[in-house]
């Protein structure tokens, strides 16, 4: 059917960048929302990063200034890059994506996928 394959965590220095890549692949109609999310080790999941399919942008306080968010409509993929990366933005990076599918009735349904997780682990 419908997945989001993650790349591009891994272990980078206080100060460094990376980027991550999500792409929705499958039967796909047409896409919503693609956001980013993270969840570090005994906390909830929090809104990293959002786009909307109009191209709007919105993020988490603790980011702002330092990731971008961006999109290829074409691919179906969302970026997320990362600059001055701090300690506490180690965490599980989960893409997420509210993705509409054509059923045989001919209805599209629309609801939300998510990506397997990848680690960003900032440490000197």
């Known amino acids: 059917q419908v997945q989001l394959v993650e790349s591009g965590g891994g272990l980078v220095q206080p100060g460094g960048s990376l980027r991550l890549s999500c792409a929705a692949s499958?039967?796909?109609?047409?896409?919503?929302?693609m956001n980013w999310y993270r969840q570090a080790p005994g906390k909830e999941r929090e809104l990293v990063a959002a786009s909307t399919s109009g191209g709007s942008t919105d993020y988490a306080d603790s980011v702002k200034g330092r990731f971008t968010i961006s999109r290829d409509f074409g691919k179906n993929t969302v970026y997320l890059q990362m600059n001055s990366l701090k300690p506490e933005d180690t965490a599980v990076y989960y893409c997420n994506a509210e993705i509409g599918v054509r059923y045989s009735d001919a209805t599209v349904r629309y609801k939300d996928y998510w990506g397997q997780g990848t680690q960003v682990t900032v440490s000197s």
């Open positions: 499958g039967s796909i109609f047409s896409v919503n929302a």
